[in-house]
């Protein structure tokens, strides 16, 4: 099992910053991605950023260029620059994990949210 646990959401003006933290415990995998995703109201759970156990970091275009991931072994740290109304959401850590096995299984895992909003 694994539990990711996130902190950091909340309230900022427009052209703001916030950094958003996430804590693994549990299972171990050793080739995982880690990352953040986020849900606006009415809409569909979208990519923000992920990084892999080698640190490829892979980010969606909207926020290229504005928002930084990097992590540890068991923590992803997401810090956003130059924050816009339009992002925000509820954001989600998420955890990939695939075990080293002959048929390579792979396991998602969540964590519960944590709201960014960005309004002046």
């Known amino acids: 099992q694994v539990q990711l646990v996130e902190s950091g959401g909340g309230s900022v003006q427009p052209g703001g910053s916030l950094t958003l933290s996430c804590a693994k415990t549990g299972s171990i995998f050793s080739v995982d991605a880690m990352g953040w995703y986020r849900q606006a109201p009415g809409k569909e759970r979208e990519l923000v950023a992920t990084?892999?156990?080698?640190?490829r970091a892979n980010y969606a275009d909207s926020v290229k260029e504005r928002f930084i991931i990097n992590r540890t072994k068991t923590t992803v740290h997401l810090q956003m620059n130059s924050l816009k109304p339009e992002d925000t959401a509820v954001y989600y850590c998420?955890?990939?994990?695939?075990?080293?096995?002959?048929?390579?299984?792979?396991?998602?895992?969540w964590g519960q949210g944590t709201q960014v909003t960005v309004s002046s």
């Open positions: 998420n955890y990939h994990g695939i075990a080293a096995t002959a048929t390579h299984n792979e396991y998602v895992y």
């Open positions: 990084i892999t156990n080698d640190r």
